[in-house]
């Protein structure tokens, strides 16, 4: 069984993007933006909601296009639509049955990339199985939640902690269903 990993940057208060989607004060350089990089190489595919995807567009990444190149990527969505998608996106319904299916496949663990309600979705589905934070420390006052507004509260075993520049910080967790 394929393991989730939800691998994101996070602001001291919690917030993985802050208002109007501002990713500005996060770290874009350094040995633990390498890192993230060269860990990335590790999956084959990539979850994300609709909105994380989007998000992409402010950056270039074309409609259908996948925004990392050597992954499949699974869209979760129940609106969004592709003229010409590439064949590695697919766009699936937001349905826990697509998210086991997908698990149960072979491959690698499965990035979960980005988005805070997509996120909580699965948290509180129990289907996310390692949290991998990339800890800046900044505060960034508002914006979007780790977790989207999930209220489920549940244990984590950390099983990893680095230390970087700059007061960056990598936790790695499991999560305790």
């Given at each position: 069984?394929?393991?989730i ?8 208060d919690?917030?993985?993007a802050?208002?109007?989607?501002n990713?500005?004060l ?7 933006v390498?890192?993230?990089m060269q860990?990335?190489q590790?999956f084959?595919t990539?979850?994300?909601?609709r909105?994380?995807?989007e998000?992409g ?7 259908g ?12 969505s ?12 697919m ?20 990035y979960?990339?980005?988005?805070g309600i ?29 977790f989207?507004?999930?209220?489920v509260?549940?244990k ?8 970087f ?13």
């Amino acid at each position: 069984m394929r393991k989730i990993e939800y691998y994101v940057a996070v602001s001291l208060d919690g917030y993985i993007a802050g208002p109007d989607e501002n990713i500005e004060l996060f770290a874009t350089e350094g040995a633990l933006v390498e890192k993230y990089m060269q860990d990335l190489q590790n999956f084959d595919t990539v979850i994300m909601g609709r909105k994380t995807y989007e998000f992409g567009y402010k950056f270039g990444l074309p409609p259908g296009q996948p925004a990392y190149p050597h992954m499949h990527h699974y869209i979760f969505s129940n609106s969004l639509e592709f003229e010409n998608p590439n064949e590695q996106v697919m766009v699936v319904k937001q349905d826990l049955s697509e998210v086991r299916k997908l698990k149960a496949t072979e491959g690698s663990d499965i990035y979960l990339c980005g988005g805070g309600i997509f996120a909580g979705w699965l948290l509180e589905n129990k289907l996310i199985d390692t949290v991998k934070l990339k800890l800046n420390p900044i505060i960034l006052g508002g914006g979007t939640p780790l977790f989207g507004d999930s209220q489920v509260a549940i244990k984590l075993h950390q099983t990893n902690a680095e230390e970087f520049e700059g007061g960056l910080s990598l936790r790695t967790y499991d999560v305790q269903y």
